[in-house]
């Protein structure tokens, strides 16, 4: 089992570039989330998916940010244009949902500079 | 919506017992829980509580109190590796994973 995969791992882009991160569910899991980790704010949930499906976004913090999941092993996560305070660190995680293993991927490491 | 807190910063002595506490207002949820997570990686689990009660892993244990709304890790015999930020999280119903702010543990010798 290859685990969660994210990549890319580091992306530094310049204030208004459009940027894709990625991620590779691992097989069998469900449930896609979508979180952002800063010093200042923690780990945020963005969003998640049950089954391709976008079941809460609320927490996207605006237009500029967009999530799909094109099939139940691959999601993106979008921001265009990107901002320097989008800066952080990007994660996904995914679950079967028939247990408690939510698994982590390594992270996307962002500087909008 | 929930709110999750944790204290922000805790020491401890190599050897030693340590308790992290987390206090939580939410209209419900299906476990709590905790996370270890090192300085520059990802979050890795640790224990989940669903029931009422103490469950314990090795070195680690965990304890919830939905009436109080209230959990605990213990880390027992610390080791330097053990330096660490850990996370208390609620699971929503639905599968919803929500994190508190985490606690940073320092291990000193």
């Known amino acids: 089992d290859a685990g969660v995969i994210q990549s890319p791992r580091h992306e530094v882009t310049e204030m208004g570039q459009e940027v894709t991160l990625r991620c590779k569910l691992i097989s069998g899991h469900n449930s896609l989330f979508w979180y952002r980790q800063t010093m200042m704010r923690g780990l945020e949930l963005l969003i998640y998916f049950n089954n391709n499906v976008p079941i809460d976004d609320s927490g996207m913090p605006e237009d500029r940010f967009s999530a799909k999941m094109p099939n139940a092993s691959f999601s993106t996560l979008k921001i265009q244009p990107s901002e320097p305070r989008d800066s952080a660190v990007y994660f996904c995680a995914s679950t079967t949902g028939q247990d408690y293993g939510y698994t982590f991927g390594s992270g996307t490491r962002l500087t909008v500079v | 919506g929930q709110n999750i807190d944790q204290p922000t910063e805790m020491t401890a002595t190599e050897g030693a017992i340590v308790q992290i506490n987390c206090t939580y207002q939410?209209?419900?949820?299906?476990?709590l829980f905790w996370y270890q997570q090192h300085a520059g990686e990802a979050p890795t689990f640790l224990s989940y509580?669903?029931?009422?009660g103490l469950e314990e892993k090795g070195r680690f244990s965990s304890f919830l109190s939905r009436s109080k709304g209230y959990s605990y890790l213990l880390l027992k015999e610390l080791q330097m590796k053990d330096s660490a930020s850990y996370l208390c999280?609620?699971?929503?119903?639905?599968?919803?994973?929500?994190f508190g702010a985490g606690t940073i543990l320092r291990v000193k010798s």
């Open positions: 999280a609620l699971q929503e119903y639905g599968n919803k994973l929500v």
């Open positions: 939410t209209s419900g949820f299906n476990g």
């Open positions: 509580n669903v029931l009422d």
